[in-house]
């Protein structure tokens, strides 16, 4: 199951590189107007659009043959993944709303394919947080490019018009409210507390709580998500609450 796992795992990652060199051809116009999107090296001319290409589908290629390599079923799901992020880079980024479905859509088959190759049941619990949480973080940084836009008057994506702070506000909320309110009704589930052997799971969303609420300072106050990953590799606070929740499992279940 471990090799399956590693298998999917680079699958998915060299599958996913090359959709993002895609994206970032069809966004390199708009990431050079863009405070850190435009030194990428597309957006800065530093790679030119045959390196670019070339790269684009040995990955592609190199990512759904290694998918095979897994199953069938891990295969279509790859190809999903990849009709919905061609289709996303085509057209659907410039949509309101849509985009960031979509965005959210791809974490979502990440987690059935893990769930294919490990075998592990994946409950719809954990599709909605995954489904929302995504949400959560792709409105967030929605949020920055309307925040640098309304500093710098540059439009950074085509679909700036299409959104507001007060409305990405208003959606950072209610999609962090019903990830909480998932995250409680899991960890409460008997289910849940039958096949972890314990009650006091729910005590682990304090730690979802702080994190979302620190990521939502991070967004509303410090101006700042406009990359998770940066975020999440330089928050210490973060990283102290993610450390947190999983030593909390691990004295829950094995102490």
Do not use: C
């Not at 051809?25 to 863009?34: A, C, I, S, T, V």
């Not at 957006?43 to 030119?48: D, L, M, Q, R, V």
């Amino acid at each position: 199951l471990i090799v399956r796992a590693v298998v999917a795992f680079i699958a998915f990652s060299l599958t996913a590189g090359g959709m993002y060199i895609l994206n970032d051809w069809f966004d390199r116009g708009e990431d050079k107007l863009h405070p850190k999107k435009k030194n990428r090296p597309l957006a800065s001319g530093e790679i030119g659009a045959p390196t670019a290409l070339v790269s684009m589908a040995v990955l592609l290629i190199a990512g759904s043959g290694t998918a095979l390599l897994v199953s069938v079923e891990v295969f279509y799901l790859i190809v999903l993944y990849i009709v919905l992020n061609v289709a996303y880079s085509v057209r659907i980024k410039h949509i309101p709303i849509i985009d960031i479905t979509v965005v959210s859509s791809g974490f979502v088959i990440r987690l059935l394919v893990g769930g294919i190759v490990t075998g592990v049941f994946i409950s719809h619990w954990i599709i909605i947080m995954t489904f929302l949480l995504a949400l959560f973080l792709s409105l967030a940084k929605r949020r920055d490019d309307v925040l640098i836009f309304l500093k710098t008057q540059q439009k950074t994506r085509k679909l700036i018009d299409g959104y507001t702070i007060k409305f990405l506000d208003s959606a950072m909320i209610m999609s962090a409210s019903i990830v909480l309110l998932a995250y409680i009704l899991w960890s409460i589930s008997p289910d849940v507390t039958a096949r972890l052997e314990s009650d006091r799971i729910y005590l682990t969303a304090v730690f979802v709580v702080i994190g979302i609420l620190r990521y939502m300072q991070i967004a509303f106050v410090e101006e700042n998500s406009g990359n998770p990953t940066d975020v999440l590799l330089h928050d210490r606070f973060l990283q102290v609450i993610l450390l947190g929740w999983i030593g909390s499992f691990v004295w829950l279940l094995y102490v």
